[in-house]
Nanobody, 127 residues
């Protein structure tokens, strides 16, 4: 059974960088066919996908947030992390990590479905 657990500060000041880590157990983040995503849900709004890192280390970002977002991984500790810079109160949300299915057709990598999720962690941006 794969389990994901988010960790990080629950309160971040405006203009600072939000940093979160997802620790994965029950499976390796380097396993073929899987990628690892961050998503968020602001209060009263829908889910927004932020970024993904594949088992190969390939990364992809939501174009709307790409200039402020960075995803990375630590394979030795089976963790992957999110950094979101220059945060504003609009970045207040429940942030979740999820295992994502991935494949390649030709030279194009695609992602489909998220099958395991962390419980999510609320991050509030406020001074």
């Amino acid at each position: 059974q794969v389990q994901l657990q988010e960790s990080g500060p629950g309160l971040v000041k405006p203009s600072q960088t939000l940093s979160l880590t997802c620790t994965v157990s029950g499976g390796s983040i380097s396993t073929y066919g899987y990628a690892w995503s961050w998503v968020r849900q602001p209060p009263g709004k829908g889910l927004e996908w932020l970024a993904v890192i594949a088992y190969t280390g390939t990364t992809n970002y939501n174009p709307r947030l790409e200039s402020r977002t960075s995803i990375s991984r630590d394979t030795s500790n089976n963790q992957f992390s999110l950094q979101l810079s220059s945060v504003t109160p609009e970045d207040t949300a429940v942030y979740s990590c999820a295992r994502t299915l991935t494949g390649v057709v030709g030279s194009t990598r695609f992602y489909y479905g998220m099958d395991y999720w962390g419980k999510g962690t609320l991050v509030t941006v406020s001074s």
